[in-house]
Nanobody, 125 residues
Framework: QLQLVESGGGLVQPGGSLRLSCVAS????????IGWFRQAPGKEREGVSC????????YYADSVKGRFTISRDNAKNTVSLQLNSLKPEDTADYYC??????????????????WGQGTQVTVSS
Protein backbone atom coordinates (compact mmCIF):
# COMPACT_ATOMS: atom_id res chain seq x y z
CA GLN A 1 0.00 0.00 0.00
CA LEU A 2 1.41 3.37 -1.04
CA GLN A 3 1.53 5.72 1.90
CA LEU A 4 3.01 9.07 2.86
CA VAL A 5 3.24 9.98 6.53
CA GLU A 6 4.06 13.46 7.78
CA SER A 7 5.46 14.26 11.20
CA GLY A 8 7.18 17.07 13.07
CA GLY A 9 4.35 19.52 13.49
CA GLY A 10 3.58 21.23 16.76
CA LEU A 11 3.13 24.49 18.59
CA VAL A 12 5.90 27.04 18.23
CA GLN A 13 6.31 30.71 19.05
CA PRO A 14 6.68 33.33 16.32
CA GLY A 15 10.24 33.36 15.09
CA GLY A 16 10.72 29.73 16.01
CA SER A 17 11.54 26.71 13.87
CA LEU A 18 10.17 23.28 13.09
CA ARG A 19 11.32 20.46 10.85
CA LEU A 20 8.65 18.47 9.07
CA SER A 21 9.31 15.02 7.66
CA CYS A 22 7.50 13.03 5.01
CA VAL A 23 8.24 9.32 4.94
CA ALA A 24 7.07 7.03 2.17
CA SER A 25 6.15 3.41 2.59
CA UNK A 26 5.12 0.89 -0.01
CA UNK A 27 7.09 2.65 -2.75
CA UNK A 28 10.41 4.33 -3.31
CA UNK A 29 10.59 8.08 -3.62
CA UNK A 30 13.45 7.84 -6.13
CA UNK A 31 11.01 8.29 -9.01
CA UNK A 32 8.79 10.94 -7.50
CA UNK A 33 8.81 14.67 -7.13
CA ILE A 34 7.52 15.77 -3.74
CA GLY A 35 5.47 18.80 -2.87
CA TRP A 36 4.55 20.33 0.45
CA PHE A 37 1.18 22.02 0.77
CA ARG A 38 -0.66 23.65 3.62
CA GLN A 39 -4.22 24.42 4.50
CA ALA A 40 -5.25 26.96 7.09
CA PRO A 41 -8.72 26.87 8.66
CA GLY A 42 -11.28 28.23 6.24
CA LYS A 43 -8.78 28.57 3.41
CA GLU A 44 -7.90 26.58 0.33
CA ARG A 45 -4.93 24.27 0.28
CA GLU A 46 -1.90 26.09 -1.11
CA GLY A 47 1.47 24.96 -2.35
CA VAL A 48 4.50 25.72 -0.23
CA SER A 49 7.48 24.05 -1.84
CA CYS A 50 8.49 21.18 -4.08
CA UNK A 51 11.58 19.20 -4.98
CA UNK A 52 12.37 16.98 -7.93
CA UNK A 53 13.23 13.32 -7.48
CA UNK A 54 16.94 14.05 -7.88
CA UNK A 55 16.82 16.96 -5.48
CA UNK A 56 18.45 19.20 -8.07
CA UNK A 57 15.45 21.48 -8.59
CA UNK A 58 13.44 23.11 -5.83
CA TYR A 59 10.69 25.69 -5.87
CA TYR A 60 9.18 27.85 -3.14
CA ALA A 61 6.07 29.94 -2.84
CA ASP A 62 6.88 33.62 -2.38
CA SER A 63 5.33 33.57 1.08
CA VAL A 64 7.95 31.15 2.40
CA LYS A 65 10.97 31.91 0.25
CA GLY A 66 14.05 32.49 2.37
CA ARG A 67 12.43 30.97 5.46
CA PHE A 68 11.62 27.38 4.46
CA THR A 69 14.02 24.82 3.01
CA ILE A 70 13.05 21.57 1.34
CA SER A 71 15.43 18.64 1.14
CA ARG A 72 15.34 14.92 0.56
CA ASP A 73 17.20 11.75 1.46
CA ASN A 74 16.19 9.09 -1.01
CA ALA A 75 18.17 6.46 0.88
CA LYS A 76 15.82 7.03 3.81
CA ASN A 77 12.77 7.52 1.58
CA THR A 78 12.24 10.84 3.30
CA VAL A 79 11.63 14.45 2.32
CA SER A 80 11.99 17.20 4.89
CA LEU A 81 10.79 20.75 5.15
CA GLN A 82 12.70 23.04 7.50
CA LEU A 83 10.53 25.90 8.71
CA ASN A 84 12.42 28.90 10.12
CA SER A 85 11.33 32.37 11.21
CA LEU A 86 7.79 31.13 11.60
CA LYS A 87 4.92 33.59 11.58
CA PRO A 88 1.37 33.24 12.87
CA GLU A 89 0.18 33.16 9.27
CA ASP A 90 2.15 29.95 8.76
CA THR A 91 -0.35 28.18 11.01
CA ALA A 92 -1.93 25.37 9.01
CA ASP A 93 -2.08 21.66 8.42
CA TYR A 94 0.91 20.71 6.30
CA TYR A 95 0.71 17.91 3.74
CA CYS A 96 3.27 16.21 1.56
CA UNK A 97 2.34 14.80 -1.81
CA UNK A 98 4.06 12.74 -4.50
CA UNK A 99 4.05 13.22 -8.25
CA UNK A 100 5.63 11.04 -10.92
CA UNK A 101 8.93 12.66 -11.79
CA UNK A 102 8.90 15.22 -14.59
CA UNK A 103 12.38 16.64 -14.18
CA UNK A 104 10.85 19.81 -12.80
CA UNK A 105 8.23 20.51 -10.17
CA UNK A 106 5.45 22.98 -9.54
CA UNK A 107 2.74 23.49 -6.95
CA UNK A 108 -0.39 22.56 -8.83
CA UNK A 109 -2.42 20.27 -6.63
CA UNK A 110 -3.66 18.27 -9.60
CA UNK A 111 -0.11 17.21 -10.40
CA UNK A 112 0.14 15.11 -7.25
CA UNK A 113 -1.50 11.73 -7.01
CA UNK A 114 -0.48 10.60 -3.54
CA TRP A 115 -1.12 12.57 -0.39
CA GLY A 116 -0.34 12.18 3.27
CA GLN A 117 -2.75 12.84 6.12
CA GLY A 118 -1.06 16.01 7.30
CA THR A 119 0.67 17.37 10.37
CA GLN A 120 -0.50 20.44 12.23
CA VAL A 121 1.68 23.51 12.68
CA THR A 122 0.55 26.23 15.06
CA VAL A 123 2.53 29.44 15.42
CA SER A 124 1.36 31.41 18.43
CA SER A 125 2.72 33.19 21.47
Amino acid sequence: QLQLVESGGGLVQPGGSLRLSCVASGFTLDYYDIGWFRQAPGKEREGVSCITNSGVYTYYADSVKGRFTISRDNAKNTVSLQLNSLKPEDTADYYCAASTSRGWCALGRGMYGYWGQGTQVTVSS
